[in-house]
């Protein structure tokens, strides 16, 4: 089958990975990549999208691209993008009298395959305080605005559209038209990035990449490791081998619950490992939380290196990376802030000589979830709220025990307890319990109690990067901290957090 893709040069805007997001779910692949990188056309790449960014194209280190390696594709140039374009063929771009933010009217002034089928005058969101001022020769304008008579460009000799707005986002009415229109009118796409044609592709070269021996996978019944193992027991049977190391950090009765439903759903060999003791008592006595992240990955790695040790000719590890995760973006913003250190396994792959299996590395989260849907994982896994690696020891703060790790638990349970009977688990972006280590005042029958305090959070979010705090219905926050203080001895408080990522994180270490 043909890979038909799309490819998406990151000038830097905070909505590129939306512009990748769009595209795909007009049922096209696409990749994005630093401008730095030199673009080699071939046949499955079917058209460029040149994104926006925050510098002007007079900048001195403003990021570029070289036009002569696009010339025979389609391009799209969106807000910077379209500068860039005009600019580069000898077009002029000069800074607006005003700098324009937020919605704009849109009037298409010539009929073209890019504004195909949508109204006259439409809503469009505009960023950006430079505007191209005169067309390079071979252009035309084919929209207005208020600000500007070239709110929209095109070039038909050499197949080349800008766009001042952004298609990208929901405020532009006709946003994913102009993107669907790009993609199947201008650029011919087929549109065949569907999740069944996905796992398809994915399962042969899976088959291809690992013909022979043994694959080792650690399983954490969280969404992308299981979408992920699932993918490769699917392509090699019997050949992939799950671990699931259960840390004593994880939820209420979760290793348990996780593992049973894992095996009779996967049919896949997963051998439960419990070294709860193991992790607790490399973490005595530790309370600074990069220490204890760093604890607990290296006990990670040995754990499961002993137990992949039991596997004869062990050749490859899954992990359930995923694009996010990888994402290069722009040489002006270096490496993308979404990278995250915190893979468990980090460091195992060299240590045993292992080549990495990562068949989720090109999709987003959303995409992971309708994949695993195509593969008949149930919801209740699929839309499980983000748990990270170190479990509940960031989640204590301070020095962890037994003792405040079950209270943890425990006025965890019925914080989410609360949540799901309450109908609201799948509104949340992850909701959790999080135990202080200091003690307050307060007063039971007659006694005077002197103990814990217990912090709920929950926040919404899209992609883990920005959240706000979840604003619950009151009758919510009072049946659960009731019922804490009321049922987990050693709690005598309750408080809400109603801090913003930024400047707060989501987890308290
Ligand atoms: P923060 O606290 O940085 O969290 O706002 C953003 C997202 O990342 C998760 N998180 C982690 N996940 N290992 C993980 O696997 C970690 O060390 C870790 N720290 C934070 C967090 O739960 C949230 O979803």
Redesign the pocket.
């Known amino acids: 089958m043909e890979n038909e893709k799309i490819i998406i040069i990151d000038f830097g805007s905070q909505y590129t990975q939306l512009i990748a997001r769009r595209v795909r779910e007009a049922n096209v692949f696409s990749e994005i990549i630093p401008p730095g990188k030199k673009v080699k056309l071939d046949a499955n790449i079917k058209g460029i999208i040149l994104s926006g960014g925050p510098k002007s194209v007079y900048d001195k280190d403003s990021p570029r691209v070289n036009f002569d390696d696009l010339l025979n594709v389609p391009v799209l140039g969106i807000c910077y993008g379209m500068q860039l374009m005009a600019e580069n063929f000898n077009g002029n771009v000069m800074q607006s009298e005003k700098r324009e933010y937020g919605k704009a009217i849109l009037e298409v002034i010539s009929d073209n395959p890019l504004f195909r089928d949508i109204n006259k005058t439409s809503s469009v969101l505009m960023s950006h305080s430079d505007k191209v001022v005169t067309l390079p020769n071979g252009f035309k304008s084919i929209a207005i605005s208020g600000n500007t008579d070239n709110a929209a460009i095109m070039c038909a000799e050499k197949n080349m559209y800008g766009i001042q707005f952004h298609p990208e986002v929901v405020h532009t009415e006709f946003g994913s038209k102009i993107i669907h229109n790009f993609l199947y009118d201008i650029c011919n796409t087929k549109g065949n990035w569907n999740p069944s044609n996905f796992i398809n592709n994915v399962i042969e070269d899976i088959r291809a990449f690992a013909p022979d021996g043994n694959v080792i996978s650690g399983v954490s019944g969280g969404v992308d490791s299981t979408v992920a193992s699932e993918l490769v027991h699917r392509a090699i049977g019997s050949r992939m081998n799950g671990f699931m190391i259960d840390t004593g950090l994880l939820r209420k009765n979760e290793g348990k619950e996780t593992i049973k439903t894992l095996r009779s759903l996967l049919d896949m060999s997963i051998e439960y490992i419990d070294e709860s003791n193991l992790f607790l008592s490399n973490l005595n006595n530790i309370s600074d939380p990069e220490t204890k992240?760093k604890i607990i990955g290296k006990t990670f790695i040995n754990v499961f290196e002993k137990a992949a040790g039991r596997v004869e000719n062990v050749k490859y590890l899954v992990q359930g990376t995923i694009y996010p995760d990888r994402i290069e973006s722009s040489s002006i913003n270096g490496p993308s802030s979404t990278i995250?250190s915190?893979h468990?396994v980090g460091g195992l792959p060299e240590r045993m000589h292992l080549k990495l299996i990562e068949p989720l590395k090109d999709l987003f989260k959303d995409e992971v979830r309708k994949v695993g849907k195509a593969l008949n994982i149930p919801e209740e896994l699929l839309k499980r709220h983000?748990?990270?690696?170190?479990g509940l020891a960031?989640r204590i703060l301070g020095n962890i025990d037994r003792n405040n790790v079950n209270i943890l638990q425990q006025a965890d349970n019925i914080y989410i307890s609360t949540i799901r009977k309450h109908g609201l688990y799948d509104d949340i972006?992850?909701a959790f319990a999080v135990f202080l280590p200091i003690r307050t005042v307060g007063v039971m029958g007659d006694n005077r109690t002197y103990e814990n305090v217990i912090v709920l959070r929950a926040v919404t979010s899209v992609d883990?990067?920005t959240?706000d705090w979840y604003d619950f219905p009151k009758q919510v926050l009072h049946e659960t901290s009731t019922r804490i203080i009321n049922e987990v001895n050693g709690v005598n408080r309750v408080v809400y957090d109603i801090s913003t990522?930024p400047p707060s994180?989501?987890?308290w270490e």
Do not use: Y
Not at 386 to 390: A, C, E, K, V
């Open positions: 992240r995250k915190h468990n983000p748990f990270p690696g170190p960031v972006w992850q883990g990067m959240a990522k994180t989501i987890e």
